[in-house]
């Protein structure tokens, strides 16, 4: 069972020991391009916490789509700062991305981590309203 819920466990292009870390190793890289290349407002508040912050790419957008994207990494994991690597075919359709950044645990707990998503969601619903855009 716990294959199932272990996307590692599925790859077959490289040895399962090796995807986890090839996969830092590539978020990592493509997210610093990015951050690079793509114009962006980085470490936006969206609450009150240290950890609510989120990245703004596109904000001009010719879609008035805000696509968001919730940084992974099993809630334990991986950040907002590396996550970017999402961002520039999407900002190549015209969209505007948001990629959203939360506390990972043991920093805070699972009710902590909705929390913090939820705000996230509030200002991005506000953030677009005013812009209008949609999310």
Not at 103 to 127: C, F, K, N, S, T
Request: net charge negative; hydrophobic share 40%; aromatic share 8%.
């Amino acid at each position: 069972m716990e294959e199932l819920y272990m996307p590692s466990k599925w790859v077959v292009r490289v040895p399962v020991e090796q995807a986890v870390p090839l996969h830092v190793k590539v978020t990592i890289e493509e997210s610093k391009r990015v951050r690079s290349n793509v114009r962006g407002r980085l470490g936006v508040k969206y609450g009150p916490e240290t950890g609510d912050v989120v990245d703004m790419f596109n904000e001009e957008c010719s879609s008035k789509q805000v696509v968001v994207y919730l940084s992974g990494g099993y809630w334990q994991e991986l950040s907002g700062d590396i996550s970017a690597y999402t961002v520039a075919p999407l900002v190549s359709a015209g969209h505007c991305v948001a990629v959203v950044d939360y506390a990972r645990a043991p920093e805070q707990d699972m009710g902590g981590i909705v929390g913090q998503v939820e705000r996230a969601g509030a200002w991005l619903v506000r953030y677009a309203k005013e812009r209008g855009q949609s999310v």
